[in-house]
């Protein structure tokens, strides 16, 4: 059978650092409450004249050079994206543009900070009917666009950055040994709305809004869901939670993982945490730590890896696979 194979992985952040010092110049916060609260030090920001794209692309193209491919390979480009560069054309499309790929398959998938683990399964079914077979699954935000600066309550928990893995086809036994995708576990209850969204929108304001949050009941929500999510996923994959090498959590707030880790009795050493330097990237947190953790020479090839996360939607999922 067909499995869906991740060939390569990139990142990219931008330049700019905005410390929880910095935030406290002009919000009422600290470093001390910031630090307590979410386990954010800093989070990188994206200048004015840096869109989506320009992550989502230098992410791609890093992602392209450790698989060994070139643009010129890619028939499928999907990006997770909460905050594209326009309200059209999907961001895929321009970073399909951006870098030369040829004509192919391209476009976005919304599902706020569950976005990526949604693409990786939309790529996967691609993948396993045999209509891709270089696939880029990208997730790119600036989410700092969509701050309200004067709501201490939100502004300091997110920042901008891009993660990007190839997925390509291999043949596999059926079996947990294979590499590739192995199992998901998709979810959205639309009836949660009012806990976490955004207050514009092209049919509603024509204004791009800002971030709306209560806080504390996504917290409530989020460790119940992602739990269940990644129970259900490593259920379908036929592995128990024992057989992951390695957790990658989306990277909402260090308590929100400490959390999810305590109720499904998972060591912190099996956690990637990048949330203190990087704050919630959204759709992009997940591929932005398992790059790190691929870097830094701690996730392997053949090791299980197990991505979850919970946005707005509310959305959530589980994704596993073997790298
Ligand atoms: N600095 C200082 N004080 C603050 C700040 C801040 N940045 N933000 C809120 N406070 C104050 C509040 O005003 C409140 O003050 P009061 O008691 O005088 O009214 C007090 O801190 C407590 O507020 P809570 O909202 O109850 O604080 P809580 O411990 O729940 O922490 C937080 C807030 C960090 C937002 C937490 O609820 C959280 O992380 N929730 C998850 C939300 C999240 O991560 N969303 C991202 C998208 S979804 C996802 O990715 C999973």
Redesign the pocket.
């Known amino acids: 059978m067909l499995r869906s194979v991740v060939t390569g992985v990139g990142a990219a952040l931008p330049p700019d650092i905005v410390t929880n010092d910095d935030?406290a110049k002009f919000?009422?916060?600290?470093d001390a409450?910031?630090v307590e609260?979410?386990g954010i030090h800093a989070r990188h920001r994206a200048a004015a004249d840096m869109p989506t794209s320009d992550l989502a692309t230098s992410a791609a193209r890093q992602a392209l050079a450790v698989a060994g491919r070139s643009a010129a390979d890619v028939d499928l480009i999907i990006i997770a994206t909460t905050t594209p560069d326009l309200t059209f054309p999907a961001t895929a499309a321009i970073v399909q543009r951006k870098l030369g790929a040829p004509v192919g398959i391209a476009f976005d998938v919304q599902a706020?900070?569950s976005g990526f683990v949604y693409a990786m399964a939309v790529a996967d079914n691609f993948i396993v009917r045999g209509m891709a077979k270089c696939a880029l699954v990208i997730g790119a935000e600036t989410m700092t666009r969509l701050m309200d600066w004067t709501d201490?309550?939100?502004?300091?928990?997110?920042g901008d950055g891009a993660g990007a893995v190839v997925l390509e086809p291999m043949s596999g036994e059926g079996t947990t040994a294979d590499r590739g995708i192995l199992g998901f576990a998709l979810r959205a209850d639309g009836t949660k709305q009012d806990l976490?969204y955004v207050d514009g929108g092209p049919s509603t304001t024509g204004t791009v809004g800002k971030?709306r949050?209560?806080?504390?009941?996504?917290?409530r929500?989020?460790v119940v869901n992602?739990s269940e999510a990644v129970i259900a996923a490593a259920e379908q994959a036929g592995i128990t939670l024992s057989q992951v090498d390695w957790f990658i959590p989306?990277?909402?707030?260090q308590?929100?993982l400490d959390g999810v880790a305590r109720r499904l009795g998972i060591n912190a050493d099996r956690v990637i945490s990048t949330v203190a330097e990087h704050a919630?990237t959204?759709a992009a947190?997940i591929p932005l730590a398992l790059a790190c953790g691929v870097a830094d020479g701690r996730i392997k090839p053949g090791q299980m890896l197990l991505m979850e996360?919970?946005?707005?939607g509310?959305t959530?999922g589980a994704v596993v696979l073997r790298l």
């Open positions: 935030l919000v009422d916060t600290s409450w910031i609260r979410t706020v900070c201490r309550g939100t502004c300091v928990l997110f976490l971030l949050m209560q806080g504390n009941q996504v917290f929500h989020a992602i989306h990277q909402a707030n308590r929100i919630n959204s947190s996360a919970m946005g707005g509310l959530w």
